[in-house]
């Protein structure tokens, strides 16, 4: 047994010591990119809280802005084999950077922590595919919007729901992200309005966990931000029953510290510009959003 | 006698809470004397060891040890303790280390010797108990009769001006109560000042200057082992007397 | 075939947060273990006062969540003292961890019979003498069994110190599982890790039980 116990482990470690080394070629390019999605590196240098208008200025000091991202929302923001992060919301918040003339550290934190580590300055902005909701309008500061926003009820391929409009998933198991708007209209509309049981509805951590549940039948329907949803449909088989605006509100903006206020002129400046230049528009089509 | 005592005990009361334990017992002890204590369990002869050596301070009375009054306020415990060897009933050798380790430990720790020097010292007191070549034995490897001879050395080693025996041979199977008996007669034979409470009646015959029967906290008789042991003036003296003494023989 | 090509591609990648889990378990452990003797010892040999404050510590830490521990380290303690995400983690691990250690050496001190102090007493060793040399070479002997449970479940509870952006191994398996859509060979690659880490822990803490055993 405790022979066995030895041979396991030290098989194990031989194993992953050769992969390793399979790796080298390949590690030495995304080490660079490894390092930024690190994390732990330097975001707990800015850990001084937000000094009233004075971000903007802190940041051109420090010569980089950190942002935070949770890197499992892919068109918007996932990580490549490499390490390094991609997807639209990168692609952008890298233009802006370069507008404003600093750095950009990307910081990978979950969905729910992103907030506090604004709000406490641990970094200097999210860009998360986050929308402005009155709730978190009261704890951080946001950007104008940066893309408006569509969702999509997903279900299973072989589905014979039809939805027409947003009511029509009354009565069904529907599922949603953990704390976003979908989640929201889904309980104001549906379950407060009395269409839908309380324990129909069913909330995931992550999209990709949702859309799972749906392939193999635990709901029936998923309520997700559209742009996703497509790649999100594509790869695991499911379908789209609607794209709405009418369960969407407003869209995507780059969430700041509470009271940055010279910061946020500077951002919506660059994105308004950006958006007219038509670079936005390059993006998403390079990111296959519609 | 002309030479300063040794120990001197004086009016020593002890209680663990209601219980009183010792009752205003008082003792002398010379040099070189070897005084072994009788009497019925819960008289109060392993109290009275601890507290000789302050493991268990008296509520009230006084002890001199030599010039030192060692139950005046401010004295320093641990150094007194260095000066009376305590050995204990249930030998207490720390399991964590070999026989040498045992003995070692104190003169590293305590007495501040250098390795080399507590290790020279150490082997040679395990010579003396005739142990060296189990000095690289844990106390789980040895007989309970060794490892009360390691205890005597350990003892030994911080150079005791008087040694404190605790029952030493009760725990110990008959045929192994005879090496540990030797040991200590070898070192009464070279002078060491010694307390035994034990109900060993040969060895207290042989080896005793003195023998003191305590009941009740208090000393009720004391005297050479010939006069204790034929010629006992209390009648509780020579009933208990009696009754070990025919246990004793009655064992063999 | 392509299972095994695809999972050594996501080994690779999840690879580089083996150093971060391991030097969050490391470092949890180190500052656990501080923290669990000092306060066992405090528990067990101190006066009133601190065996108070060791209770009271090792009870309120062990009733909240080490997620909610690492939440305040990071978002409030690390306001006024600069601290990285990994540290803030790593610390607020540790001084968990110390909660359940503090319980762990506690037991062990108390179950070095009380025949060794007296007996370390009797050769002139102070109070603190005797702990050092006698009672804790014991303890640490008697408290490695459940030590090395301990440890295992901090490496467990590493992953946790992704909630303030520290890419351990399971945060890299969950962006593997985002961007493939293959969460069975992102977790399957995450759980080989585990399960080496575990093993390899678990080998060694053997080892030196049997290295030490008390005989008692």
């Known amino acids: 047994m405790k022979k066995l116990g030895w041979l396991l482990s030290t098989l194990l470690i031989v194993l992953l010591a050769l992969s390793a080394c399979t790796a080298v070629p390949q590690a030495a390019a995304p080490a660079a990119g490894g390092e930024a999605a690190g994390g732990e590196t330097a975001s707990g240098e800015t850990a001084a809280p937000a000094a009233e208008g004075g971000k903007l200025a802190e940041i051109k000091a420090a010569g980089k802005i950190v942002v935070g991202t949770s890197a499992d929302y892919a068109p918007y923001e996932s990580i490549d084999e490499n390490g390094n992060f991609v997807g639209f919301d990168m692609d952008l918040i890298r233009a802006i950077g370069e507008k404003l003339g600093v750095e950009v550290e990307i910081v990978d934190m979950p969905f729910d922590s992103l907030i506090a580590a604004v709000q406490q300055g641990k970094i200097d902005a999210v860009i998360a595919a986050m929308q402005a909701t009155a709730e978190r309008d009261q704890q951080v500061d946001f950007t104008i919007p940066y893309r408006m926003t569509k ?34 209209w889904i309980q104001k509309n549906l379950v407060d309005a009395g269409l839908t049981p309380a324990d129909m509805v069913f909330s995931y951590e992550r999209a990709d966990q949702a859309a799972l549940d749906v392939a193999n039948g635990r709901i029936e329907l998923l309520l997700m931000d559209a742009e996703p949803s497509i790649a999100l449909a594509e790869e695991t088989g499911l379908k789209i029953l609607l794209i709405t605006e009418l369960t969407a509100e407003g869209g995507k903006s780059i969430a700041i510290p509470d009271g940055a206020t010279d910061l946020k002129a500077e951002l919506d400046r660059i994105i308004q510009e950006l958006i007219d230049d038509g670079t936005v528009q390059k993006i998403q089509e390079a990111n296959g959003l519609p | 006698m002309t030479t300063a005592p040794i120990l001197r005990i004086e009016d020593v009361y002890k209680s663990f809470g209601e219980t009183r334990v010792l009752n205003g017992f008082s003792l002398t002890i010379q040099p070189q004397e070897v005084v072994v204590l009788v009497g019925p369990s819960g008289s109060g002869k392993s109290t009275l060891l601890r507290c000789i050596n302050l493991l268990h301070p008296p509520t009230s009375g006084r002890i001199w040890l030599e010039e030192q009054e060692i139950t005046a306020p401010g004295v320093n415990q641990d150094k007194v303790r260095q000066r009376i060897g305590m050995v204990f009933q249930e030998f207490n050798l720390f399991t964590h280390l070999t026989a040498l380790g045992n003995v070692m430990i104190g003169l590293t720790k305590v007495r501040k010797m250098h390795k080399q020097e507590a290790h020279d010292l150490a082997m040679f007191e395990l010579e003396r108990v005739g142990l060296v070549e189990r000095a690289h034995h844990y106390p789980a490897q040895l007989s309970g009769g060794q490892k009360q001879r390691v205890a ?14 605790d029952e030493p041979t009760s725990a110990l199977d008959p045929e192994l109560t005879g090496e540990v008996l030797e040991v200590m007669q070898q070192l009464a034979k070279e002078g060491m000042t010694m307390i035994v409470v034990s109900h060993e009646m040969g060895f207290a015959r042989q080896v005793a200057s003195r023998v003191v029967f305590m009941e009740g906290g208090i000393v009720v008789e004391e005297g050479p082992p010939a006069q204790m042991f034929e010629q006992p003036v209390h009648e509780r003296t020579r009933a208990f007397l009696r009754k070990i003494t025919d246990l004793d023989e009655g064992g063999q | 075939m392509e299972f095994f090509q695809d999972l050594v591609t996501t080994l690779n990648f999840i690879l580089q947060g083996l150093w971060v889990t391991i030097g969050v378990t490391i470092v949890a452990l180190v500052v656990g273990l501080v923290f669990g003797v000092v306060t066992a010892m405090l528990r067990v040999y101190g006066n009133a006062f601190f065996q108070r404050i060791a209770t009271v510590y090792s009870v309120i830490v062990r009733a909240v969540p080490v997620i909610v521990i690492i939440f305040i380290l990071y978002f409030v303690i690390a306001r006024f003292v600069n ?28 179950s070095v019979p009380s025949g060794q102090m007296v007996a370390a007493r009797a050769i002139g060793m102070s109070r603190w003498q005797a702990i050092q040399s006698i009672i804790f070479p014991q303890a640490v002997r008697l408290a490695l069994p459940g030590w090395g449970n301990e440890a295992t479940l901090v490496l467990k509870d590493s992953t946790l110190v992704f909630v303030v952006g520290v890419p351990e ?10 961007r493939t859509l293959e969460p069975f060979v992102a977790y399957a690659a995450a759980l080989l890790l585990y399960l080496a880490l575990t093993l390899l822990t678990t080998q060694l803490l053997q080892w030196l039980e049997r290295r030490y055993r008390l005989q008692m």
């Open chain 1, 151 to 184: 969702d999509a009820f997903v279900a299973a391929g072989d589905s014979t729901l039809v939805i027409e409009k947003p009511e029509d998933a009354a009565g069904k198991r529907i599922g949603a992200q953990t704390g976003t708007v979908q989640e929201g």
């Open chain 2, 152 to 165: 005597i050395a350990r003892a030994l080693g911080m150079d005791p001006h008087i040694m404190l025996f």
């Open chain 3, 83 to 110: 601290l990285s995400p990994f540290w803030a983690g790593s610390l607020a691990l540790g001084f968990a961890s110390g909660a359940y250690q503090t319980e762990i050496f506690r037991g062990a001190f108390q």
């Open chain 3, 169 to 178: 191994i399971l945060r890299r398996a969950q962006q593997v599982s985002a």
